[in-house]
């Protein structure tokens, strides 16, 4: 099974940096994702890593380091739409269910 | 291109009753997702179904029910409902067989069981 940790939350102001933590346990990896949910939406694709390194994509990068079991999404040049929740999944072996993590709610104050 | 629709979008049940939600998956889609997401659990996995077959089940009672039709579209029912049953349930699709394999989400069905 999976166990997959992230803050439950994080405040920070617009136009500032704010990296997200996730760490996983996992008996088999096969990529790892981040979505963003809005209140009352539906989560949206923001990034997929499956190799070790940096994926960069305008404003967001993903992080991965499968030796740790350790993911980041980094936003920068914080907007205030940003304010939302930002949820980790993981993807065990040829499985093809996602597990996620609780989400880390974030707040982008003025 | 159209998203994932999912019907209806809010659902008030009594408890024993049961109930059932639709999803219609991006055009060209074959896998559909369903999870259930709660404040205080987050989203679980319910099951995943691809070409009609239901590939993965999650931990939850057999009251927990779904199929796939021939046209990719999807339904989850829930027999017997119960308080803790109230829940936003969103359904995923996508392709299926590709190794990235995103899934998409649909808004949700917000089901509140009194």
């Known amino acids: 099974g999976q166990n997959i940790d992230q803050p439950t939350e994080m405040t920070a102001t617009e136009g500032a940096i704010v990296q997200i933590n996730c760490t996983y346990q996992t008996s088999g990896f096969n990529g790892l994702f981040w979505y963003q949910q809005h209140a009352g939406e539906a989560p949206t694709f923001l990034s997929y890593?499956?190799?070790?390194g940096l994926e960069e994509k305008g404003r967001f990068s993903s992080f991965l380091s499968r030796s740790k079991g350790y993911s980041y999404l980094l936003l920068k040049e914080l907007q205030m739409k940003d304010s939302a929740s930002y949820l980790c999944?993981?993807?065990?072996?040829?499985?093809?269910?996602?597990?996620f993590g609780a989400g880390t709610t974030v707040t982008v104050r003025a | 291109k159209a998203g994932v629709t999912q019907t209806p979008r809010y659902l008030i049940k009594t408890r024993g009753q049961q109930v059932t939600l639709s999803c219609s998956p991006i055009?060209?889609?074959?896998?559909v997702s369903w999870y259930q997401q709660t404040p205080g659990q987050g989203l679980q996995f319910l099951f995943e179904y691809f070409s009609e077959t239901q590939r993965n089940k999650g931990n939850f009672p057999g009251r927990f029910s779904g199929r796939q039709f021939s046209n990719s579209r999807s339904e989850m029912n829930v027999s017997t409902l119960e308080l803790g049953d109230s829940a936003l349930y969103l359904c995923?699709?996508?392709?299926?067989?590709?190794?990235?394999?995103?899934?998409?989400f649909g808004a949700g069905t917000r089901l509140s069981v009194l």
């Open positions: 890593n499956v190799l070790d």
């Open positions: 995923a699709s996508s392709f299926g067989y590709l190794a990235k394999n995103i899934q998409y």
């Open positions: 055009s060209g889609h074959r896998s």
């Open positions: 999944a993981v993807r065990e072996n040829d499985d093809y269910k996602l597990s």
